[in-house]
């Protein structure tokens, strides 16, 4: 069974899970609406599977309340590699604006 967790970016800090969902649609909705909070600089959604290891997946990320990103990713790289990037990803999506 997967499910898909939300998370906010925020210029000093990510924060933890917001919420954890059943459905995609309803963790994309709620990422797009927390992207468009004060102080927010993304919101993104990630994908695990339960009861199994290694199967985090980045799905979306949104700034602004706009779908910026929709990244396949395998378990193969490390998680924290894979973070890494997805937050630089954020910082250069805001330096633009």
Not at 22 to 42: F, I, M, P, T, W
Not at 57 to 83: K, L, Q, S, Y
């Amino acid at each position: 069974m997967n499910v898909w967790t939300v998370h906010a970016t925020l210029a000093e800090e990510v924060r933890p899970t917001q919420a954890i969902y059943r459905d995609e649609k309803a963790a994309c909705n709620d990422a797009a609406a927390l992207s468009r909070d004060d102080g927010v600089l993304a919101a993104s959604v990630v994908r695990f599977t339960l009861d199994e290891l290694g199967t985090r997946a980045n799905v979306a990320i949104f700034v602004a309340g706009e779908r910026h990103c929709c990244v396949a990713t395998t378990a193969r790289r490390p998680v924290r590699d894979r973070a890494e990037r997805w937050d630089s990803f954020l910082i250069r999506e805001r330096i633009r604006r």
